[in-house]
């Protein structure tokens, strides 16, 4: 029902701002630049917006071969080339913080390793240990292999 509305007050407003011309065969100019009247009264901050932005679009702001012809053109693309700078600065500062946060210094990789070792050390003595006295046991059980021929 509203956008009924809406829809309905666009249309009025619009056929209202442009009304239709009852006789068809006045002239049309053939040249859109040949009967500009300007606007005496004072410009608001959205004309003045307006204008900038159809500079832009008209002007070839994107051509390559005019960026040393545009002097709005040549401010955007400098403004563009330090905004662009300051943000590969700030990435690269961004970069190399990941990676120290990321990768440990060597001095926490020997205390860890030194850590790790005070830890294993008295398993690996009881491992020793226990070897050598399991090694012990097979050999004193392990019978005598007889002399060969021509043996004591």
Known sequence: MHLKVVIFALSFLTTSAYPLHRNTREATWTDSKANQAHDKSE??????????????????????????????????????NIESERLRMRL???????????????????????????????????????????TQDLCSQAEPLPAGPGGS
Do not use: C, F, W
């Open 43 to 80: 410009l608001t901050a959205k004309d003045v917006d307006k204008i900038y932005k159809i500079h832009i679009d008209s002007s070839g702001l994107y051509n390559p071969d005019n960026h040393s012809k545009n002097p709005v053109a040549e401010e955007i693309q400098h403004k563009l």
């Open 92 to 134: 690269r500062q961004e970069l190399a913080e990941l990676q120290e946060r990321l990768s440990p210094s060597p001095a926490h990789l020997s205390s860890t390793l030194a850590n790790m070792r005070e830890r294993l050390a008295p398993l690996t003595q009881q491992l020793q240990s226990s070897l050598s006295s399991n």
